[in-house]
């Protein structure tokens, strides 16, 4: 059974970076598929943030491209998610999850959720 | 980007009745398109994928239908598991992923 799960600070002050890495087990990211994150503000819907192919190809929403950067690192088993110049409007739930691939885009496995918050 | 309108906002419904939701695309998204089950305090589960798909595990009472720029989402005997929030998602535009802005399913 594939599995996520997140790790990073809770707590992030404006203007800084959020970090986010998601460790996956019970699949090998190198074997294939795409990883990706996605965020829920508190009480809100939900955003596809950016994604990544296990050869490192990235794609990203185009609302947050400017400042998203989403990495893999098959030896770790792991991905990441790095958001510059945080603002109280990045104060969300983030999750990692799994999507199978070129024109099958929908995430079959998503890991538990971590709260971010953005203040000072 | 693909804009998804889910409607209705919330639905009121008794457990065991047949409830059926609708996501409207702002343009085709062919048949690219997921449906997901959030439980409070829960990550999303994948229900429905193909518009019409039932991913593994997914219990037959839940059924989706739909192409070009209609959907929708059938649960046809409401469990107690059920009351939830549900989205959906396209996957036709890319690299633009967009979800609903959700409906909930309360008692």
């Known amino acids: 059974q594939v599995q996520l799960q997140e790790s990073g600070p809770g707590l992030v002050k404006p203007s800084e970076t959020l970090s986010l890495t998601c460790t996956v087990s019970?699949?090998?990211?190198?074997?294939?598929?795409?990883w990706g994150w996605i965020r829920q503000p508190p009480g809100e819907g939900l955003e596809w943030i950016g994604s990544?192919?296990?050869?490192?190809?990235?794609y990203y929403s185009p609302s947050l491209k400017s400042r998203t950067i989403v990495s893999v690192d098959t030896s770790k088993n792991q991905f990441s998610l790095r958001l510059y110049s945080v603002s109280a409007a990045d104060t969300a739930v983030y999750y990692c999850a799994r999507f199978p691939g070129s024109g099958v885009r929908y995430f079959d496995f998503w890991s538990q959720g971590t709260l971010v918050t953005v203040s000072s | 980007e693909v804009v998804l309108t889910q409607s209705p906002a919330t639905l009121s419904v008794s457990p065991g009745e047949r409830v059926t939701l609708s996501c409207r695309a702002s343009?085709?998204?062919?048949?690219?398109l997921a449906w997901y089950r959030q439980k409070p305090g829960q990550a999303p589960r994948l229900l429905i994928y193909g518009a019409s798909t039932r991913a593994t595990g997914i219990p037959a009472r839940f059924s989706g239908s739909g192409s070009g720029t209609e959907f929708t989402l059938t649960i046809s005997s409401l469990q107690s598991e059920d009351f939830a929030v549900y989205y959906c998602?396209?996957?036709?535009?890319?690299?633009?992923?967009?979800f609903g802005g959700g409906t909930k399913v309360e008692i």
């Open positions: 343009q085709s998204v062919s048949s690219d």
């Open positions: 019970g699949y090998s990211i190198s074997s294939g598929y795409n």
């Open positions: 990544v192919h296990y050869s490192g190809i990235t």
């Open positions: 998602q396209q996957y036709n535009n890319w690299p633009a992923l967009t």
